[in-house]
């Protein structure tokens, strides 16, 4: 009896080391320390707190990328905040525990090089990208200029924009080169002035010529007339070989440019030969001389 009671107790005693042996119930005492728990808390709380860092980051860019871009740029963007976050997690935990990335770092930073030189162009236009981004000097639906090329913003990419030319012509600008040329946006402003120059004979009465040329935008119901900042004006510009230049200056609002524009030279040319004022142009006189016999 003693007997099986004795080997009762030693199987279960070595069925109770192999469990322990199994499922390392030794080791994990061990590892569960004060110390260690101490760590994994910390570890949590950090993670957490990149976590709320991340979101924060995310929603901040994304909500205000989305007036301003289309819907697969902004989802690009936060895919690439996505994988910095997972990247940077990822980093800390194999730091917690105790593995060395200095070897990964090294290969980080030799694969980059490489990339780097085989793809400068694309990432100076990535970076370019950012800060058309941020920077926000334009948005879908302007109306740009950009090295001699004008056209309605089509798309605002990460790597180029689109734009849209008057005789309906998509053509591709890189975000560097936008970056390093001087970009004139039309649409930045609800109100633009314009100049218009006008060539008149030097023996015309110039006094009845301003006087004309101020009567003109009441003609004109494009033209700004009832504020006094945009107030228009005309004067003589310059004393040119074909005539003297009088310049009569309006403002409108941007959305009227070619109606504007039409209506002011319409009525300009009308007004000035109802005055009996000629507009100057270039004349070549040619005499014949005949031939003496």
Same mark, same amino acid.
């Given at each position: 009896?003693?007997?099986?009671?004795?080997?009762?107790?030693?199987?279960?005693?070595?069925?109770?080391?192999?469990?322990?042996?199994?499922?390392?119930?030794?080791?994990?005492?061990?590892?569960?320390?004060?110390?260690?728990?101490?760590?994994?808390?910390?570890?949590?709380?950090?993670?957490?707190?990149?976590?709320?860092?991340?979101?924060?980051?995310?929603?901040?860019?994304?909500?205000?990328?989305?007036?301003?871009?289309?819907?697969?740029?902004?989802?690009?963007?936060?895919?690439?905040?996505?994988?910095?976050?997972?990247?940077?997690?990822?980093?800390?935990? %194999?730091?917690?525990?105790? *593995?060395?990335?200095?070897?990964?770092?090294?290969?980080?930073?030799?694969?980059?090089?490489? *990339?780097?030189?085989?793809?400068?162009?694309?990432?100076?236009?990535?970076?370019?990208?950012?800060?058309?981004?941020?920077?926000?000097a334009m948005k879908i639906g302007d109306?740009?200029?950009?090295?001699?090329?004008?056209?309605?913003?089509?798309?605002?990419?990460?790597?180029?924009?689109?734009?849209?030319?008057?005789?309906?012509?998509?053509?591709?600008?890189?975000?560097?080169? *936008?970056?390093?040329?001087?970009?004139?946006?039309?649409?930045?402003?609800?109100?633009?002035?314009?100049?218009?120059?006008?060539?008149?004979?030097?023996?015309?009465?110039?006094?009845?010529?301003?006087?004309?040329?101020?009567?003109?935008?009441?003609?004109?119901?494009?033209?700004?007339?009832?504020?006094?900042?945009?107030?228009?004006?005309?004067?003589?510009? %310059?004393?040119?070989?074909?005539?003297?230049?009088?310049?009569?200056?309006?403002?409108?609002?941007?959305?009227?440019?070619?109606?504007?524009?039409?209506?002011?030279?319409?009525?300009? *040319?009308?007004?000035?030969?109802?005055?009996?004022?000629?507009?100057?142009?270039?004349?070549?006189?040619?005499?014949?001389?005949?031939?003496e016999e």
């Amino acid at each position: 009896m003693e007997e099986n009671l004795t080997d009762s107790s030693n199987l279960a005693f070595d069925t109770a080391s192999h469990l322990k042996s199994i499922f390392y119930i030794d080791e994990l005492k061990n590892y569960f320390t004060a110390e260690n728990l101490t760590r994994i808390i910390t570890s949590l709380i950090s993670i957490l707190f990149f976590w709320l860092i991340y979101r924060a980051i995310r929603h901040f860019v994304t909500s205000s990328l989305k007036k301003s871009l289309q819907k697969k740029t902004v989802l690009l963007i936060e895919r690439g905040i996505s994988y910095c976050f997972y990247a940077i997690i990822s980093m800390f935990i %194999l730091g917690l525990f105790g *593995i060395k990335l200095n070897t990964i770092w090294g290969a980080a930073g030799i694969a980059g090089i490489a *990339i780097g030189f085989a793809a400068q162009t694309s990432i100076s236009n990535l970076i370019s990208g950012i800060f058309v981004v941020t920077d926000r000097a334009m948005k879908i639906g302007d109306f740009i200029e950009v090295e001699d090329v004008s056209g309605t913003v089509d798309r605002i990419g990460i790597i180029s924009i689109k734009i849209r030319t008057m005789d309906n012509q998509e053509v591709r600008i890189p975000n560097s080169t *936008i970056i390093n040329s001087k970009l004139i946006n039309y649409s930045g402003h609800k109100h633009r002035r314009y100049v218009f120059s006008f060539n008149v004979d030097y023996f015309a009465d110039l006094d009845k010529v301003i006087e004309i040329l101020l009567e003109v935008p009441k003609l004109c119901p494009s033209v700004i007339l009832d504020e006094e900042d945009y107030a228009p004006k005309a004067f003589c510009a %310059l004393l040119s070989e074909t005539g003297v230049t009088m310049n009569l200056i309006v403002w409108g609002e941007r959305v009227n440019f070619l109606k504007l524009k039409g209506e002011v030279c319409l009525n300009t *040319i009308n007004s000035l030969k109802a005055a009996g004022i000629s507009i100057a142009f270039n004349r070549t006189n040619v005499n014949i001389i005949p031939q003496e016999e």
